[in-house]
């Protein structure tokens, strides 16, 4: 491998992850390196060439107050992970639901204290309208849904998909889309059936081209389903009520996703995949990182 092709992906990493203010270690900087390379080869190209870092972490010039930046949201995503265990309770015995992660976690423990607690939620095939609804009911009766007003802490339930549609890479925005690769590396599974988030990164095999040197560090889940198998008779019924709740979950959409719906990437609604991100930062955050790698 080139000196100038590692070097460039280590700068490449360094900046995207300086957008998001969370340094690197060693070893986190070779898991997101889009290059093959073994975490000796990179530890030695560091020791060799004395790239900024401090304390262990690693960061583009100036910005040593990461690493402070870094521990406090360490502390606050703590917090944050132990409040959805309770607050997940909430609709995790819908037997539907065959895996509960926390998204948006761009960097291991990296969530403001402002942070809501976004859920990328795994339902049965054929199961994720009526699975929406309810908890989507349960939520609202709560007052815990994001708004204006207090996002917080609250449980924004905008990323569904059923077990028939694991596979995510019609959510990328390109081939080029390193932000969503970092996001699916950053799902931290909470409830669910193990084999159902191995499956996940089964049928995402993808992301290991992408991120090479990537492996999941949840390899087992610490809250698992134990439940008895719905009867036939009550299959039949559940069918009719999937239908039920997609008329009622559109009558319920706002017109802006409506009218985003499967327009783009942010908004994509079909019966087996509902992804509600309304507001999409992914194309301002190519830019300042790119600005940052330029400068």
């Known amino acids: 491998?080139?000196?100038?092709?590692?070097?460039?992906?280590?700068?490449?990493?360094?900046?995207?992850?300086?957008?998001?203010?969370?340094?690197?270690?060693?070893?986190?900087?070779?898991?997101?390196?889009?290059?093959?390379?073994?975490?000796k080869e990179l530890r030695d190209f560091l020791k060799e060439n004395k790239l900024i870092q401090k304390e262990g972490f690693?960061?583009?010039?100036?910005?040593?107050?990461?690493?402070?930046?870094?521990?406090?949201?360490?502390?606050?995503?703590?917090?944050?992970?132990?409040?959805?265990?309770?607050?997940?309770?909430?609709i995790s015995w819908l037997p539907w639901?065959?895996?509960i992660c926390l998204a948006n976690i761009i960097g291991p423990h990296n969530l403001k204290r402002e942070s809501d607690l976004d859920l990328f939620i795994v339902t049965k095939n054929n199961r994720l309208w009526l699975t929406k609804l309810i908890a989507t009911i349960?939520?609202?009766?709560?007052?815990?849904?994001?708004?204006?007003?207090?996002?917080?802490?609250?449980?924004?339930?905008?990323?569904?998909?059923d077990e028939s549609s694991l596979n995510l890479?019609?959510?990328?925005?390109?081939?080029?889309?390193?932000?969503?690769?970092?996001?699916?590396?950053?799902?931290?599974?909470?409830y669910g059936d193990e084999k159902t988030y191995q499956k996940l990164l089964l049928e995402n095999a993808w992301l290991n081209k992408k991120l090479p040197?990537?492996?999941?560090?949840?390899?087992?889940?610490?809250?698992?389903?134990?439940?008895?198998?719905i009867s036939k008779k009550s299959f039949t019924i559940f069918n009719i009520f999937e239908k039920i709740s997609k008329k009622i979950n559109y009558l319920l959409m706002s017109?802006?996703?409506?009218?985003k719906a499967n327009k783009t990437s942010s908004v994509i609604v079909s019966d087996h995949l509902l992804k509600l991100h309304t507001f999409d930062r992914r194309l301002e955050?190519?830019?300042r990182a790119e600005e940052k790698l330029n400068s």
């Open 213 to 229: 040197n990537w492996q999941s560090p949840y390899l087992k889940i610490q809250k698992f389903f134990n439940r008895k198998s």
């Open 58 to 90: 690693y960061f583009l010039k100036g910005r040593e107050d990461l690493i402070e930046t870094r521990q406090n949201r360490y502390r606050e995503a703590n917090k944050k992970i132990i409040l959805a265990y309770k607050k997940i309770k909430l």
């Open 169 to 190: 890479s019609d959510c990328l925005i390109d081939e080029n889309d390193w932000y969503f690769n970092y996001w699916l590396a950053g799902l931290r599974p909470l």
């Open 285 to 287: 955050i190519f830019k």
């Open 1 to 39: 491998m080139e000196r100038q092709q590692l070097e460039q992906s280590i700068k490449k990493t360094l900046a995207r992850f300086d957008v998001f203010d969370f340094p690197l270690t060693d070893f986190e900087l070779w898991q997101f390196l889009d290059l093959k390379i073994s975490y």
């Open 138 to 161: 349960l939520v609202a009766l709560m007052h815990w849904r994001p708004t204006e007003q207090r996002s917080a802490d609250q449980l924004c339930l905008s990323f569904l998909v």
């Open 97 to 99: 639901i065959k895996l």
């Open 255 to 259: 017109e802006e996703i409506k009218t």
